[in-house]
């Protein structure tokens, strides 16, 4: 038989490991590691991690660091695996001085973008301005970082453990390793899935000193971790242990401001302590504001200190929505007696009008707070000097309104309200109070500006007549009654899971707050959501029970076009919220097996929501659901790959998914690779290294973003803490950001970047064929040796072929790869195997052959 050749031209379908090599296309690889398919028909080395361009410590050096010093050179803090950054953008910028709450920041009227990551320790907030290329480590207006702690200053608490009391236990190669407590105390101060620290350990080398851990079971006398062969066995650590809860930061953005919650809800396991006496983390409003409060015609404010009435920049505010605390009515002259507290309402009189409604009885008024131009507080309603009488029926009241500065700067507003004394009639409107603009005792009528100007506090509006009991009431004007137990998840200790913005609604799920009932309670099976447009408010009669009492809770919720997505840990619930009236929104499906353990293991492509779970990796694109490994990659391997703590992020400038195996590495680093525009697969190993022995194992990986240069964004920290102790308060620790860049990486040894192609038998299984070289068409950035070699019949065992890459200046080149003699054999099988640092890519594959006349022994 004459000479022949075949040629392999396209490796677009990737690694299929599901059949047997001989049995998968011609265009899949049976082994793939650390290639990409960008180049459509040719393969070429993957890129990986880089330090990122601008989340760098030179973007910010002399600036003042987290712990108060100056000039520090590195970005420091600490991380929960899987948590703590989120992007955002913003119609104003930051500015370069740290804002107060009152007055001029330095921000300005221009778009810009931020990254904000959360000290997972000490709930300390950095964020990083695109436009100024700074990152703001001192926080605003002090010498440490703006802090979810907002009663209580910044730091961080813990439990601490008597010496000869905790004992550590190594699990090993297959088993989990558990710490455990002589005095069984561990319920209560923790909870499964909750995100450890380990300080102040002085035995066994302080090796049992780690950034964080994940708690896979809880009991009384047990901490059994996620993870085995982590911790070293101490059967009585003689140290003085810290324990501390990781904070899990939440994130929501609209209108202008972030909100960060803290899913571990930590304060909940406060020692013993009560709740509101341990400064616990809050829910936190972050936001610029551009306020003037009592102003004149010209726009500027009539108080003669102006900080009272003049706010711009950007600010942190507990989420709370609060209702004033004071209101009295009377008929003379008052002024309320704290500074933004509330209002004073004067009758002064009334005059026949004989289409006007009010009669001569009691009236019982309230009060309520307007935020941001649209969200009201509940109504404060004063117990005492809380009524007025027209003098008879068909009344036209004289009112004026008194009001004593500062407000707080997101208030925008005030309602007051009416209704007959010991009734439970609606509360109508009767004065719309615009901090800024002025009051008015219907909807439809222009504001009348504060007078009193040139007073330090005191403001007051008169002349104001109400004609005639108004038909608006606070449940028409708001969507839900006045009577809500409750309308904000803000008190301490109190917070959600999961976020999302939907159909301009916010949608949080798995909360811990008060219920319908006033009790402070975890709700694991509720969504809750907001009316539209009011973004941090949430009636507690605004809430979905898809299911309830099934043992799961929800891990996190995300949308596509009119779909709620809400994942729990073995579930997924396509909620449909395309109807204006939530009365109309319905549960559209139910897909088994198709949830999430982790939040981060969900995220946004411009294909729809894709997440990795234990049975493989899921898109929804907003009619169907797809399993991406089917027919690709195995279940035993994808059984093995997948942890409590895989990850993922999207490429948007190559369309491809990261998945990260654990967010806490393990020593060996694994990651997948999925294109979504080819469909191919590629095993990554390494990929998200920078320095060999950088990731070792303990490891801790933040959640992946996309910064606003649309690269694929994470951070990581060290392994250990080792002798450090108890520096809570010092965000001590490096934080390395990084990026995704097709800039060759291919791993950071050799064999982390290799190919193996399908098994070829060349047309027919049953006669043997001599094979004489190899001719790869390719590209090289620096020389590879004897990068091509083969294995027979399916075997595992290669043999490099003679010929070496050489570097090629960007141009195509040719090399021959050939044996010392000819080999035969019924099939082949090609390994290519990369350099660590030198990136080939290779257009075509040939093989030179001759089918001999004879069959295999």
Known sequence: MPKQSVTLNDFSSGLVDTTNPRDIPQNALSVAKNVSFTERNSIKTLGGSIGHSKLIASAFSGATGGDGSAGDSVIEGHIAAGYGMFAYESDYDIGLAAPTS??????????????????????????????????????????????????????????????????????????????????????????????????????????????????????????????????????????????????????????????????????????????????????????????????????????????????????????????????????????????????????????????????????????????????????????????????????????????????????????????????????TLLIDCDLSKGNRTTLSEPYQLWTDSAHATNVTSNNLYSSDINLETYEILNGFSPDEQKITISNNGEGYRTAVIANRRTFIANMRTENEEGVVTQMRDRIMYSPPGKFDTFPRSFFIDAVKGDAGEYVKLESFGDRLLAYKKDKLFIINIAAPNPVNWFLEQTKDFAGCVHPSAVAKSEFGVMWANNFGFWLYDGQSFKNLINGKISETTWESFFTNGTIIGFNPKYNYAVILADSIATGTQNAFVYDFRTGGWTEAPNSLYTVAGDYATGTVFTNFIVDHDNNLTWGYQRLKIGSDVNNTSDPDETLTIQQWSENVKGGISAGDCQFITKDLDLGSTTRVKRFYKVIVTYKATGSITTPVAYSLNGGTTYTNLTGDMASTSGNWDILTATPTVPFEGQSIKLKVTGSAGNGMEINDISIEYRTLIKNPT
């Open 102 to 427: 009152v007055n001029a920041s330095g921000a300005t009227d221009q778009g810009s973008k931020y990254v904000i990551y959360v000290d997972c320790l000490n709930g300390g907030v950095h964020v990083y301005d695109y436009n100024t290329e700074t990152l703001n480590l001192a926080g605003y207006g002090g010498a440490t970082p703006t802090s979810l702690r907002l009663t209580a200053g910044f730091g961080a608490t813990f439990h601490n453990f008597a010496v000869n009391k905790l004992a550590f236990t190594s699990g090993g190669v297959s088993g989990a390793d558990k710490i455990t407590d002589d005095d069984d105390s561990f319920i209560g101060k923790f909870k499964t899935g909750d995100y450890i620290r380990i300080e102040n350990c002085d035995d066994e080398s302080n090796a049992n000193n780690f950034q964080c851990l994940r708690l896979k079971n809880v009991n009384r006398t047990n901490l059994t971790l996620d993870h085995s062969g982590f911790l070293t066995t101490d059967a009585n650590e003689s140290g003085q242990p810290y324990l501390h809860t990781l904070i899990r930061p939440v994130f929501y953005y609209a209108e202008n401001a972030v909100r960060i919650s803290d899913a571990s809800f930590w304060e909940e396991k406060s020692n013993g302590v009560a709740i509101d006496a341990v400064g616990a983390y809050q829910n936190m409003w972050l936001g610029y504001i551009k306020r003037t409060h009592f102003h004149d015609a010209n726009g500027a404010t009539i108080l003669s200190t102006v900080n009272n009435g003049t706010f711009e920049g950007w600010d942190k505010k507990k989420n709370s929505l609060a209702a004033p605390t004071e209101l009295t009515v009377s008929t003379s002259a008052t002024y309320p007696s704290g500074n933004g507290t509330g209002f004073h309402l004067r009758l002064t009189g009334d005059s026949a009008l004989s289409s006007s409604s009010w009669t001569n009885v009691n009236y019982q008024c309230a009060v309520s707070f307007i935020y941001d131009g649209n969200q009201e507080s509940l109504l404060y309603i004063p117990t005492s000097s809380n009524i007025f009488t027209p003098s008879g029926a068909n009344k036209k009241l004289n009112l004026e309104l008194y009001a004593n500065a500062a407000y707080d700067s997101r208030i925008s507003g005030a309602r007051i309200y009416a209704r007959p004394e010991d009734t439970d009639d609606p509360w």
